[in-house]
């Protein structure tokens, strides 16, 4: 689930432009989505080659490892990994370029080796046809269901691509005529000041060249996929996603966990970030007081998204020291974005008793998560999911909690507000759409 992004610049003194400053901050808005490696490709202007630069760090990290380097470029694009050494791919024949990609494609081996074969075929196709709008509309044909990619071709083509069914997103923005723009999220535009034009289309390419904006969405599929988990966790909450306002959706699942699972309780406390616009609907549905139930220690943390069980917890850690007043001799309604593995979320409830909470009823904006994901999506092991195996009942007693709900899968698809035939929903039913695009 990496963020990927792309810079493209027009007109008269397009060489001026700094294309590593912009990738900076709008990775540093995509970091969410993994901070285990940062990697970028910038296109010098004068060279008129393409350097990549690759580190497995957090953004602001990166960029002082590289500050040293001449990593200068008018054209760029980037990505954040959750998992080390996921940099972005390069190819160097017979047409040389350098590929982002989310999700993954149907191709044999892992998310790496998957998008290497995608852009080694992409790198064919654009040596053997005339225009790279048909060699990208081609490649993703080919490709079956579940990624989107960003790529540069030394030939100054930034080409932009999402699957046949739109499972992953891929967000178009503007700077006047002067720039252009394509992110996983919206919010990442915000942040560089572009002005956010809307989705790129399932089994939509979009083309830039140094004279224009060229989009064709391909024809064969009429259904769509798109990710639910993207409203759920993984998008920011200021992000737009397929037209649809995150923290609309969020806001929606707050009100709808409390119809289907309210609690009788004195205060009503969100897990940060993701879980607290749950948690405000929720406690305005309910008429219960909503506090801040937590504080953090130093940058923010996904602590989901870490590899072992001991950083999981010292994330948590670090993010949730549970705020005494909020607590104290009260019954809470802890709400929580998703429960995976459930460790951390023992080790939450364990927090807020020591801090003087009487009772703790522990409700999930999300229902169980019980299959592994083959878009690409950080997903561990099925044998490590807890919703895979225990009833509610089971898991309150495990983390220690009085009572424990998930949300309903109906209530999810009443919240993102798309029909249910729209949406991936297989890692809470373990149902997929095909990877191949028939």
Not at 246 to 251: C, N, T
Not at 383 to 393: F, K, N, V
Request: proline share 5%.
């Amino acid at each position: 689930m990496p963020g990927i992004i792309g810079f493209y610049p027009f007109g008269e003194g397009r060489e001026n432009w700094d294309a590593s400053r912009f990738l900076y901050y709008g990775l540093t808005a995509l970091q969410g989505r993994g901070e285990a490696c940062t990697s970028i490709a910038l296109l010098n202007s004068e060279s008129k080659r393409i350097s990549v630069y690759t580190k497995n760090t957090h953004v602001e990290e990166f960029y002082k490892h590289i500050s040293g380097n001449e990593a200068r470029g008018f054209i760029g694009i980037g990505q954040v990994s959750p998992a080390e050494d996921d940099g972005l791919v390069e190819v160097e024949s017979p047409t040389r370029l350098v590929l982002a990609g989310d999700g993954k494609p149907n191709y044999e081996g892992d998310r790496v080796e998957a998008f290497q074969k995608l852009a080694q075929r992409l790198s064919a196709l654009l040596a053997d046809k005339n225009d790279p709008m048909d060699a990208a509309a081609q490649v993703i044909t080919e490709a079956g269901v579940g990624f989107s990619f960003i790529a540069l071709t030394e030939k100054e083509e930034m080409i932009c691509c999402r699957d046949p069914l739109g499972v992953k997103p891929l967000e178009v923005g503007a700077v006047g005529f002067d720039l252009g723009l394509v992110s996983s999220e919206s919010a990442a535009l915000d942040v560089v000041g572009a002005n956010h034009s809307g989705p790129i289309q399932a089994g939509e390419c979009v083309v830039f060249d140094p004279l224009s904006i060229r989009r064709r969405k391909q024809g064969g599929l009429n259904s769509k996929a798109y990710c639910a988990f993207e409203y759920v966790y993984l998008a920011r909450a200021d992000s737009f996603i397929n037209d649809i306002p995150i923290y609309a959706v969020r806001e929606k699942i707050g009100e709808i966990l409390a119809e289907e699972r309210a609690a009788d309780s004195d205060v009503v406390i969100g897990i940060p970030e993701t879980a607290l616009p749950f948690a405000l609907s929720y406690a305005r549905k309910t008429s219960i007081p909503v506090k801040l139930g937590f504080t953090r220690t130093g940058r923010h943390v996904r602590s989901a998204l870490k590899p072992t069980q001991f950083e999981r917890l010292m994330g948590v850690q670090l993010k949730l020291n549970p705020i005494r007043a909020a607590v104290d001799n009260k019954d809470v309604v802890l709400i929580d974005d998703s429960v995976v593995r459930g460790n951390t979320l023992k080790n939450t409830v364990l927090n807020l008793r020591r801090k003087g909470a009487k009772r703790v009823h522990v409700r999930v904006g999300s229902p169980a998560i019980i299959s592994h994901c083959p878009f690409g999506t950080e997903v561990p092991p099925i044998d490590e999911l807890i919703g895979r195996a225990l009833s509610q009942d089971e898991i309150a007693e495990i983390i220690g909690a009085d009572s424990f709900s998930y949300l309903s899968i109906e209530g999810l698809v009443r919240a993102i507000g798309l029909p249910k035939s729209m949406l991936c929903l297989g890692c809470f039913t373990g149902e997929y759409p095909s990877k191949k695009v028939e």
